[in-house]
C-alpha cells in the first residue's frame, strides 16, 4: 500500500515560514490534501488538491507538489497555528480504493 | 449550516459490537461520498471505511469483515457497525463528508470507542 512519510514534528518563530514536508513514491502524480489539527478538535481541510484553498482558510497556508515531495507552506506564522499537520491522497494501486493519510507533524510556534 | 454529528460511542468489551451514527444537516448524505476517519489515543488519523452516492461500500483491511457502513436516505444518517471488536479498535471515531470525493472536507466531533475488558 502508499506510504506518505512527514517529519514528526516542525519548529518556528512567530511572523516566519514553516515548511512540512509529506514524501511519498511520485506523490507528484496524485492530489495531495492537507488538514490541520489542533488538540480536542477534529481536523479542519486547509489545502486540497496540492495548492487550492477552502473558503475561509486564510491566504498564508499555501501548497505544492512536485516528484516525491508535497510541502504546506505556512507564511507569517501566528501562535494559533500551533497544531498537528496531515497530508493524505487517494490511492487506487490495491484491489479496493484507499485514502491514505501521512503520520502527522507537530507544529510547534516558538 | 453544514454540520455532521456523531454518536453511539462507548466502553465495550473485546468481542463485542456496537453501532456508531452519524447525522447530517445542511447536505444530503446520499449525494455525497461519506467515510469514517479513526485516531487511535496519541496516534494519526485511519481512514475507515467509506460509502459512494451510488451505493458501493469499501473498507480498510484492518476492519474488513467485522465493520459495515451504511445510510438511512429518510434520517440522513450515516452509520457504521462494528462486530467482532478488539483492543486495536479503540480509537476517536469521525464521519466526514466528501463533496470532493478525494478529499475530507467537512468532519463530525468525534465520538470515542473503548475496547476493554
Known amino acids: 500500500s502508499y506510504v506518505l512519510t512527514q517529519p514528526p514534528s516542525v519548529s518556528v518563530a512567530p511572523g516566519k515560514t514553516a515548511r512540512i514536508t509529506c514524501g511519498g513514491n511520485?506523490?507528484?502524480?496524485?492530489?495531495v490534501h492537507w488538514y490541520q489539527q489542533k488538540p480536542g478538535q477534529a481536523p479542519v481541510l486547509v489545502i486540497y488538491?496540492?495548492?487550492d484553498r477552502p473558503s475561509g482558510i486564510p491566504e498564508r497556508f499555501s501548497g505544492s507538489n512536485s516528484g516525491n515531495t508535497a510541502t504546506l507552506t505556512i507564511s507569517r506564522v501566528e501562535a494559533g497555528d500551533e497544531a498537528d499537520y496531515y497530508c493524505?491522497?487517494?490511492?487506487?494501486?490495491?484491489?479496493?480504493?484507499?485514502?491514505?493519510f501521512g503520520g502527522g507533524t507537530k507544529l510547534t510556534v516558538l | 449550516e453544514v454540520q455532521l454529528v456523531e454518536s453511539g460511542g462507548g466502553l465495550v468489551q473485546p468481542g463485542g459490537s456496537l453501532r456508531l451514527s452519524c447525522a447530517a444537516s445542511?447536505?444530503?448524505?446520499?449525494?455525497?461520498?461519506m467515510s469514517w476517519v479513526r485516531q487511535a489515543p496519541g496516534k494519526g488519523l485511519e481512514w475507515v471505511s467509506v460509502?459512494?452516492?451510488?451505493?458501493?461500500?469499501y473498507y480498510a483491511d484492518s476492519v474488513k469483515g467485522r465493520f459495515t457502513i451504511s445510510r438511512d436516505n429518510s434520517k440522513n444518517t450515516l452509520y457504521l457497525q462494528m462486530n467482532s471488536l478488539r483492543a486495536e479498535d479503540t480509537a476517536v471515531y469521525y464521519c466526514?463528508?466528501?463533496?470532493?470525493?478525494?478529499?475530507?472536507?467537512?468532519w463530525g466531533q468525534g465520538t470515542m470507542v473503548t475496547v476493554s475488558s
Open positions: 511520485n506523490i507528484g502524480s496524485k492530489s
Open positions: 460509502i459512494y452516492s451510488g451505493g458501493s461500500t
Open positions: 445542511g447536505f444530503t448524505v446520499s449525494s455525497n461520498y
Open positions: 493524505q491522497v487517494w490511492d487506487s494501486s490495491s484491489d479496493h480504493p484507499n485514502w491514505v
Open positions: 466526514a463528508s466528501q463533496p470532493r470525493r478525494n478529499a475530507f472536507d467537512i
Open positions: 488538491y496540492d495548492s
